[in-house]
């Protein structure tokens, strides 16, 4: 069989064995893709567990109705989805049909695609050298476990050699696509390939450096693409799509393997944008735009996203964002008829740190923001990242206001008491309160002390005066020099 590619299979006596290449590509156990590729490729990664691939690849036309493989394809595809186009043929060959194979996978179904086709078997010598070689017909078990070797005279079952075969006994051990064409005109061209997959998806997270002189972040968006589609994408476009359009797309292993194809005058890639638009951010400029009811963003620069790899890219550059500080303790609500506990007991209340900011330009943003998680770090004396807190951006429209709460704080907390209850006349009860107000920190700041109130009641006696927010809801905000304390005294009227 000189003269042949040979798929050359070791140790198959027991269920396991491995794979090693005689001049056929799809025999490795293992393929690396170099990054610098030939392939043109642009993904559109949607958060929802699917992606449209789109990609340009180098091809020699055959004439008349040949078939064509395509190797490097997802093991996840969508066979139905499959487009292709001809963006530099004048006469575009025409697709008679396609084939997706998922291939062999394991053991087990490499011996099925072998049975009862003509093989080698090949045992070692003691010098190492290659040793008495049967031919004969490969007979597998149903469940693939185990075979035998049949020759004109004898039955090998289980022979502990080595399987010889030819690599076009279709026994593809990676995924493969193939489609017959009927070609009118010859030559080098580009063939484009477009299909739906499942194993992709993104999710934004967010990360925000605090200044601790200024009130502003240095706020970056990046996206965590995580790729099990079997396949690697070097160089690749990326667009990300936030939002969960309407969709049917299976698992090519819920399948048969088998589809018909189509031709398309463009990849489905290549998005339509309305209400687009490109903004500078830090050293980025971001191109978004919406796709009907979706938005999509376009990540600055291309970047390899490895199989069984989560990828993290830069979606935002470094933007200096003006923030506002908010310290702010939320008392226990009080009542007419409720009870607080012991009037002479103080609650000690830490404060709780939020952050706030406009999603505009003035803000050196202004554009839709995808949902994810913030994470927010300040420096110690030493200038080592600290984190500060963690919280998440819904997805935010522009001019939108963001209010991240970000940690409870040590040294800024309050204790109060009702100090008094007392019946004013026959319909009206006055609770008295006291808020020992306390800021520990080596800077001024202004301290917000909400309380929720329920019934039908008014302020009176307030020590400084309150600002009414809803009607269960009433507000001071307090400025607090640094280690300093205050104290804040108001009575409520409950009506009965």
Same mark, same amino acid.
């Given at each position: 069989?000189?003269?042949?590619?040979?798929?050359?299979?070791?140790?198959?006596?027991?269920?396991?064995?491995?794979?090693?290449?005689?001049?056929?590509?799809?025999?490795?156990?293992?393929?690396?893709?170099?990054?610098?590729?030939?392939?043109?490729?642009?993904?559109?990664?949607?958060?929802?567990?699917?992606?449209?691939?789109?990609?340009?690849?180098?091809?020699?036309?055959?004439?008349?109705?040949?078939?064509?493989?395509?190797?490097?394809?997802?093991?996840?595809?969508?066979?139905?989805?499959?487009?292709?186009?001809?963006?530099?043929?004048?006469?575009?060959?025409?697709?008679?049909?396609?084939?997706?194979?998922?291939?062999?996978?394991?053991?087990?179904?490499?011996?099925?695609?072998?049975? @009862?086709?003509?093989? +080698?078997?090949?045992?070692?010598?003691?010098?190492?050298?290659? #040793?008495?070689?049967?031919?004969?017909?490969?007979?597998?078990?149903?469940?693939?476990?185990?075979?035998?070797?049949?020759?004109?005279?004898?039955?090998?079952?289980?022979?502990?050699?080595?399987?010889?075969?030819? *690599?076009?006994?279709?026994?593809?051990?990676?995924?493969?696509?193939?489609?017959?064409?009927?070609?009118?005109?010859?030559?080098?061209?580009?063939?484009?390939?477009?299909?739906?997959?499942?194993?992709?998806?993104?999710?934004?997270?967010?990360?925000?450096?605090? +200044?601790?002189?200024?009130?502003?972040?240095?706020?970056?968006?990046?996206?965590?693409?995580?790729?099990?589609?079997?396949?690697?994408?070097?160089?690749?476009?990326?667009?990300?799509?936030?939002?969960?359009?309407?969709?049917?797309?299976?698992?090519?292993?819920?399948?048969?393997?088998?589809? #018909?194809?189509?031709?398309?005058?463009?990849?489905?890639?290549?998005?339509?944008?309305?209400?687009?638009?490109?903004?500078?951010?830090?050293?980025?400029?971001?191109?978004? #735009?919406?796709? @009907?009811?979706?938005?999509?963003?376009?990540?600055?620069?291309?970047?390899?996203?490895?199989?069984?790899?989560?990828?993290?890219?830069?979606?935002?550059?470094?933007?200096?964002?003006? =923030?506002?500080?908010?310290?702010?303790?939320?008392? *226990?609500?009080?009542?007419?008829?409720?009870?607080?506990?012991?009037?002479?007991?103080?609650?000690?209340?830490?404060?709780?740190?939020?952050?706030?900011?406009?999603? +505009?330009?003035?803000?050196?943003?202004?554009?839709?923001?995808?949902?994810?998680?913030?994470?927010?770090?300040?420096?110690?004396? +030493? @200038?080592?990242?600290?984190?500060? #807190?963690?919280?998440?951006?819904?997805?935010?429209?522009?001019?939108?206001?963001?209010?991240?709460?970000?940690?409870?704080?040590?040294?800024?907390?309050?204790?109060?008491?009702?100090?008094?209850?007392?019946?004013?006349?026959?319909?009206?009860?006055?609770?008295?309160?006291?808020?020992?107000?306390?800021?520990?920190?080596?800077? *001024?700041?202004?301290?917000?002390?909400?309380?929720?109130?329920?019934?039908?009641?008014?302020?009176?006696?307030?020590?400084?005066?309150?600002?009414?927010?809803?009607?269960?809801?009433?507000?001071?905000? =307090?400025?607090?020099?640094? *280690?300093?304390?205050?104290?804040?005294?108001?009575?409520?009227?409950?009506? =009965?």
């Amino acid at each position: 069989m000189s003269g042949q590619k040979k798929l050359v299979i070791f140790g198959l006596a027991a269920t396991a064995f491995g794979l090693v290449n005689s001049g056929c590509g799809r025999a490795l156990a293992q393929q690396s893709i170099p990054l610098e590729s030939d392939r043109n490729i642009a993904l559109t990664v949607y958060k929802e567990d699917f992606a449209m691939v789109s990609e340009k690849r180098p091809i020699d036309l055959p004439d008349g109705h040949r078939r064509v493989s395509i190797d490097d394809v997802s093991k996840q595809l969508d066979p139905e989805s499959i487009l292709f186009d001809w963006p530099q043929s004048s006469q575009k060959p025409r697709v008679v049909a396609t084939t997706y194979d998922l291939g062999v996978g394991n053991g087990a179904n490499l011996l099925r695609r072998l049975n @009862g086709k003509q093989v +080698d078997m090949m045992w070692p010598s003691n010098d190492g050298k290659p #040793g008495e070689t049967v031919t004969g017909r490969l007979e597998a078990a149903d469940q693939g476990d185990s075979f035998a070797l049949r020759t004109n005279d004898k039955l090998y079952v289980n022979p502990g050699g080595t399987i010889v075969a030819s *690599s076009s006994s279709a026994a593809s051990t990676l995924p493969q696509l193939s489609v017959e064409l009927d070609c009118n005109s010859v030559g080098k061209t580009q063939l484009g390939l477009s299909y739906l997959t499942r194993g992709m998806s993104w999710s934004a997270d967010y990360v925000a450096k605090l +200044d601790p002189t200024l009130d502003q972040v240095e706020f970056e968006c990046w996206a965590t693409i995580k790729n099990t589609t079997g396949l690697t994408f070097p160089s690749a476009k990326l667009t990300l799509m936030a939002g969960s359009p309407n969709r049917s797309v299976q698992s090519a292993q819920d399948r048969a393997g088998f589809s #018909g194809g189509g031709e398309a005058q463009a990849p489905m890639a290549t998005l339509s944008m309305d209400r687009s638009g490109a903004l500078e951010m830090g050293r980025h400029r971001v191109a978004y #735009g919406a796709v @009907g009811d979706i938005y999509a963003y376009k990540v600055p620069s291309t970047a390899t996203i490895g199989q069984d790899q989560m990828n993290r890219v830069s979606v935002l550059g470094t933007c200096e964002v003006p =923030i506002k500080r908010d310290y702010a303790v939320r008392l *226990s609500p009080i009542s007419y008829w409720g009870y607080e506990g012991d009037y002479e007991s103080q609650n000690h209340i830490p404060a709780t740190l939020s952050i706030s900011f406009v999603n +505009d330009k003035d803000s050196h943003l202004g554009i839709p923001l995808p949902a994810g998680d913030v994470k927010v770090y300040d420096a110690d004396s +030493d @200038g080592n990242a600290i984190l500060t #807190g963690a919280a998440t951006i819904r997805d935010t429209t522009k001019n939108e206001h963001v209010n991240l709460t970000l940690s409870n704080v040590f040294d800024v907390y309050c204790e109060y008491k009702i100090v008094r209850s007392e019946r004013i006349d026959k319909h009206t009860v006055r609770k008295t309160v006291q808020a020992t107000l306390h800021n520990e920190k080596r800077k *001024s700041i202004d301290l917000r002390l909400v309380q929720s109130i329920y019934g039908s009641w008014k302020p009176v006696k307030e020590s400084s005066p309150s600002k009414k927010l809803d009607s269960n809801d009433i507000q001071w905000i =307090i400025p607090m020099e640094s *280690s300093s304390e205050k104290k804040l005294i108001y009575s409520i009227d409950f009506r =009965i």
